[in-house]
């Protein structure tokens, strides 16, 4: 289960020996669809795989949720990332090397962050599949709009890994997260880039754009 899974939450490729076995087998069990390329089943197990496979990182998290929702009733999502990123800088090896599907360690932490933020109020909706070298999230928060009527604020992230031997992954992962906000139709977004480099440098923030003008706010974790 693991062969398949964790390159399919990594976004990486799959191969080898027994590929077509343990495809079999993840499909029997149902947990991804019979559909190519391979994809998980629906969207209640997105939700459940991730938060079983993130939930002793969650634990760490003493984050109090209400602290991150403005006066307006919006989520401060950059108080969020700024918080995110004191946290890892603090916490986040260790906890990446407590995760057992170490290839997509560093996004479980993230995740997990956010569950315990935005899962007392609104939602974290995930996609990932094979040869996407990247997660995608979608933050969805309820809040009143000026004139009190209920509605959405949407915010969305992509998460990418720079692994050894791989060149900065910053202008695919600007693209990528550009055909997903024009998805969404929003005018801006965030990259995230966990670097596994033996030579990393420390956890930062840049603001960029997209190639048609799209704000990113790119963090280097």
Not at 9 to 24: N, P, R
Not at 40 to 65: D, F, G, K, M, Q
Not at 123 to 144: A, K, M
């Amino acid at each position: 289960m693991r062969r398949v899974i964790e390159p399919l939450l990594a976004g990486a490729l799959f191969a080898g020996d027994t590929y077509q076995e343990d495809i079999s087998y993840v499909r029997d069990l149902g947990l991804v669809g019979a559909q190519n390329p391979v994809q998980i089943a629906n969207p209640i197990y997105r939700e459940v795989i991730a938060r079983v496979l993130s939930a002793a990182a969650e634990a760490n998290v003493l984050a109090e949720p209400k602290t991150f929702v403005k006066a307006d009733g919006r989520l401060d999502l950059p108080k969020l990332l700024q918080e995110f990123a004191s946290f890892w800088r603090e916490q986040g090896d260790a906890l990446a090397a407590a995760v057992p599907y170490h290839e997509v360690a560093p996004q479980l932490v993230l995740m997990a962050f956010l569950q315990r933020v935005v899962n007392g109020g609104g939602y974290v909706e995930r996609e990932y599949g094979l040869g996407r070298e990247r997660i995608d999230l979608l933050v969805r928060w309820p809040y009143r709009d000026a004139e009190r009527k209920p509605t959405w604020q949407r915010e969305a992230l992509e998460l990418k890994v720079w692994r050894e031997g791989e060149k900065d992954p910053k202008k695919q992962g600007l693209e990528q997260l550009e055909r997903y906000l024009t998805q969404l139709d929003l005018s801006e977004g965030v990259l995230v880039i966990f670097d596994r480099r033996r030579k990393k440098k420390g956890v930062r923030f840049e603001q960029t754009a997209t190639a048609s003008k799209r704000r990113v706010t790119l963090l280097r974790a």
